[in-house]
């Protein structure tokens, strides 16, 4: 008995796209059949090809069947995720290891920086005391300017500053038309 692509696909509980790969050229034209009724085409499938599609279908679900799984795999399945999470776990403390010791290179990087610039301070320092000390001048006030620095840089500085802001009105771009 001939049946559809949809009593094969409910038969073998696969989709219409796994019997269709299935079906080559030789065996659409050898077992494969189709039927116009009610404006639509449908393909038939005869009885030997049937047979063929059945023992295909029939023998790769019994090997992918998940009726027979037993709790080993399951076992096996927590075993590898247990292994994995402990890999992962390994990997996570030796990347903390190597954060910190990056961490604390870096903290010496900067501390032998700031050493740095604190001898090169100290070094331009005594080379302007010396060329002082060389041109037989009294350093003046500006010549020393750490030593008398007690200005506040946010207070302003110069007569021009009263303590009260005298603003211009602003003119706009065509202020010249309003003459």
Do not use: C
């Not at 008995?1 to 080559?24: C, H, N, P, W, Y």
């Not at 903290?107 to 100290?122: F, G, I, P, V, W």
């Not at 005594?126 to 006030?141: C, K, R, V």
């Amino acid at each position: 008995m001939s049946k559809t692509m949809k009593q094969l696909t409910a038969e073998f509980g696969v989709t219409r796209q796994a019997i269709m790969r299935k079906m080559d050229d030789n065996f659409r034209s050898k077992y494969v059949s189709k039927v116009h009724s009610n404006g639509a085409s449908r393909l038939i499938i005869s009885d030997d090809g049937y047979k063929l599609l059945k023992q295909h279908f029939l023998s790769s679900n019994k090997a992918v069947s998940n009726e027979n799984v037993s709790y080993n795999n399951h076992v096996t399945h927590d075993s590898v995720t247990n292994t994995a999470m402990e890999l992962l776990e390994k990997q996570l403390v030796e990347k903390d290891n190597q954060i910190e010791k990056l961490q604390q290179s870096l903290s010496e990087a900067h501390k032998l920086l700031s050493q740095q610039q604190q001898l090169n301070l100290s070094a331009s320092r005594q080379n302007e005391l010396l060329l002082d000390t060389t041109t037989n001048n009294a350093p003046s006030q500006d010549d020393r300017p750490l030593q008398n620095d007690h200005t506040d840089v946010l207070e302003p500085t110069g007569d021009h500053y009263k303590g009260v802001e005298n603003k211009t009105p602003k003119k706009g771009l065509f202020s010249w038309l309003r003459r």
